[in-house]
């Protein structure tokens, strides 16, 4: 049971090249997310996806995209990376009954755009 | 708007000293109010959630909604309690908006 499993978990880019992180849980659960932690600033959230099927903005989508790709795996997408987008990005999955809070987080990936 | 607020960037104590990391909250709603930690190399998990009124590894958390506080407290602190804390409000279907994240750093 690995959890919440993130690839790559280091990734070097230049201004306007393009990746997607990937992300997969393997608790069943219905509600996955994607945040960034900056220095500073804390986790905040970019996209996010209440179930198979659907997703939804958070609070830093702008140049972003997101796919949930079936109830594992909801990967995160930079379609022209900018230096603004170096952070540190984390998924999460979490059963979705109301007020239970607990995220299960994956290890992380360490994106640096150059 | 939502917003969680922690003061502190970084807290250090020594081993045995009370511990209190802050936190506040804003919302208009009714606040349902979590603390998450990072140990070194680990992952950010659930250390403990208002509604529980729980005590974890020796943390306690109180809610005031007077205050808007939601401050954690250890009364003897622990080296292995060095992390990183992140005080969370939950606005609905598990967003969490989390706060800046407060250092605790226990020196022996």
């Known amino acids: 049971n690995a959890g919440v499993t993130q690839t790559p978990k280091f990734q070097v880019l230049k201004t306007g090249q393009s990746m997607t992180l990937q992300c997969a849980q393997d608790?069943?659960?219905?509600?996955m997310y994607w945040y960034r932690q900056d220095p500073g600033m804390g986790l905040r959230l970019i996209y996010y996806?209440?179930?198979?099927?659907?997703?939804d903005k958070g609070e830093v989508p702008n140049g972003y995209n997101v796919s949930r790709l079936n109830k594992r795996e909801f990967s995160l997408r930079l379609e022209s990376a900018a230096p603004s987008q170096t952070s540190v990005y984390f998924c999460a999955s979490s059963v979705e009954v109301a007020g239970n809070g607990e995220l299960f987080f994956g290890e992380g990936s360490r994106l640096t755009v150059l | 708007a939502q917003r969680v607020t922690q003061p502190e960037k970084l807290l250090s104590v020594f081993k045995g000293a009370p511990v209190e990391l802050k936190c506040n909250y804003s919302y208009s709603g009714s606040p349902e109010l979590f603390w998450y930690v990072q140990y070194s190399r680990q992952r950010l998990q659930l250390l403990l959630r208002h509604i529980s009124r729980e005590s974890i590894k020796g943390f306690t958390a109180d809610l005031n909604k007077g205050e808007t506080s939601f401050h954690l407290k250890k009364p003897f602190a622990q080296e292995e309690d060095s992390a990183m804390y992140y005080c969370a409000l939950s606005t609905g279907f598990q967003k969490l908006v989390f706060g800046t994240g407060t250092r605790l750093l226990v020196s022996p």
């Open positions: 996806s209440a179930s198979e099927g659907t997703t």
């Open positions: 608790m069943n659960h219905n509600s």
